[in-house]
């Protein structure tokens, strides 16, 4: 009942603060909400009303495991219920597998069938901005999205534009990232290992040592899937998986180089190539197929380098057996336009009711029993309140009810990093603190912004270049990452096949369209 009440409060306060961007005149959208006000006769009332004359359905689809069609009706029926109240509007809830999920989007998309809301994710929203697959919102925004600006804020959102106009919006989560390392605590405890003493490489190693010294079946460092590290403070400018053309040692300078031609990369590499040398690293890292963690879990490995965010270990400790802890800023927290955009929320090129689907967009970002709905199911069915208000946004934490767990839910608890806005809902279960989405919201702010921070490169201009590139950087860059293969004679190999492939004319495009992005911010 207390939530149901604060969303009452909440639709008023955006009645209200809609009514005032919108100076209490009609609507000049496109849709059908340039005749609502004067049919709804509130007309000199104050307030404007944001019902859509004729009921709407949309269709709003994301990553997850939906769990059970009796679930998400559930969840379904209660969303509508409060957005039909507010807005005259109904939503189909689609939840796509993290496998198939870029083919089926992309198929969505292209037929303009099944979607009107989606977090375009492991797909170029650039791509799809160009194509007209995804609509620009700029107008829409301004007119229906204030609790998305307020939560937001300009610097997050503008990162979501292509040629200066608005396409996306990124989530409220983790928009940053720092590096370190993350450890199993009952290793440490068991070998005297003084991880609080490690700042750096050469620090570590000197643990990893020690553990290789004593211990038996135990690799100090594993690896998941094949990947070691994927980043060690540069920004990628668009490619994190290939860096063709990226801005070094934390991103200050505007200058684009060769990731690969760098002292910073060669260090790293020369160090990994030098640990796996000393058996420190995983011997089938290259090939492996399992992650680091469930290697953790099984007993068979130590630590591995991991992106972090405030409370990591807190958050992954609530699924191990094996505790871990972590070497946090081994490289500090940076901000990239890469991490912002991985997955944005757009409106479809082919909704035939943009308005509407600003609107529920909005309240995804702005209404915190919207955002539970969506994130967490229903009440008293798919979770229930174990403490009442001690969140430090004002929300409850939250838990299975008993005789419910993650296998035997309808409705599905995953994917939630994805939604629109965690940071004005609930916690789930009792490992993280009370501050956590506050904390995670501070470290965005704080995290040190890269020069290029809200550039977005248009890799179009340079296809035939990328792809020949991106096949020799998988070649070879994931195999230096691990260790595989010794720089001082593969580092020269694989940067004249990647000059012979074209990443000078990508680098030469990368940075014009960098500098003119950069005298437009100065303009």
Known sequence: MAKRILAVLLAAVLTLSLAACSGNTETSGTGSDSSAAGESGTEGTGETDLREPELVTLDIVTMASGKEDSGVTQVEEAMNEILEEQFNVNVNLTFLPFGSYADQTTLMLSSGEGVDLLAVYMISYASCATSGQIMPIDDLLEEYGQGIIDELGWDMINCGRVDGELYGLTQGRDLAASEGFAYRLDLAEELNLDMESVKTLEDLEEVLKTVKENTENVWPVAVSAGENIRNWGWDALGDEMVNLGVLPDMAQDTTVVNLYETDQYKDLVTTMYNWMQEGLIQSDAVNTTETASTLLEAGTAFGYFTNLKPYYAEENNANLQNKIGVVDNMVPALSTTDRVTMGLWSIAGSCEHPEAAMKVLNALYSDPEVANLYMYGVEGTHYVVVEEGTITNGQDRINYPDGLDATTTTYRKSGTWLCPNQFIGDIWGLDLPNDYWDATRDFNNESQKSAAFGFSFDATQTPNEIAACTNVVNK????????????????????????????DVIIEEKQAQLDAWLAEQQA
Do not use: R
Request: with cysteine; charged share 20%; hydrophobic share 35%.
């Open 476 to 503: 070879y860059h994931k195999a230096l990452v691990c260790g595989a293969l010794d720089p001082e004679t593969t580092l020269p190999q694989f940067n004249q096949e990647l000059k012979d492939a074209g990443i």
